[in-house]
C-alpha cells in the first residue's frame, strides 16, 4: 500500500504562486508515474500534470501550460507542482496521484491507482 500526502495549499491573490509537495510512502516511489489532478466545486476532477519515473517526461493540461511545472525528488520520495501566475480558475481541491502499471503519463482518473487526501488551493481575485 502507498500513502500519499499532499501539502503547500492555502490562500493566494491572483497573480501569485504557490509550490504543492506530495510525499509518498515506500521504497518504490522512483518506480511510479505521478500526477497532479485538480477538483473545483461542481465539477469533475482534471488532470494538471504528470511526470515519469524518472522525471524526463512531463505532460500539461493546455490550462496550466507555461505556469505550472511538475518535478521530483526520488531520493526524497517527493512531487511537486510549482504554480505560478495563479488565478481564480485555479481555485480547487488538488490531488496527487501515484501509477506503477506502466510508463505512460496518463491524464485520466483510471490512469492512477494511489491518491492522496488533497490540498486547498484558493485564488483571490
Known amino acids: 500500500q502507498v500513502q500519499l500526502v499532499e501539502s503547500g495549499g492555502g490562500l493566494v491573490q491572483a497573480g501569485g504562486s504557490l509550490r504543492l509537495s506530495c510525499a509518498t510512502s515506500?521504497?518504490?516511489?522512483?518506480?511510479?508515474?505521478m500526477g497532479w489532478f485538480r477538483q473545483a466545486p461542481g465539477k469533475e476532477r482534471e488532470f494538471v500534470a504528470g511526470?515519469?519515473?524518472?522525471?524526463?517526461?512531463?505532460r500539461y493540461a493546455d490550462s496550466v501550460k507555461g505556469r505550472f511545472t511538475i518535478s521530483r525528488d526520488n531520493g526524497k520520495n517527493t512531487v511537486y507542482l510549482q504554480m505560478n501566475s495563479l488565478t481564480p480558475e485555479d481555485t480547487a481541491v488538488y490531488y496527487c496521484?501515484?501509477?506503477?502499471?506502466?510508463?505512460?503519463?496518463?491524464?485520466?482518473?483510471?490512469?492512477?491507482?494511489?491518491w492522496g487526501p488533497g490540498t486547498q488551493v484558493t485564488v483571490s481575485s
Open positions: 496521484a501515484a501509477d506503477f502499471r506502466g510508463s505512460l503519463i496518463g491524464t485520466a482518473r483510471a490512469s492512477y491507482v494511489y
Open positions: 515506500g521504497r518504490t516511489f522512483s518506480m511510479y508515474t
Open positions: 511526470i515519469s519515473t524518472g522525471g524526463g517526461r512531463t
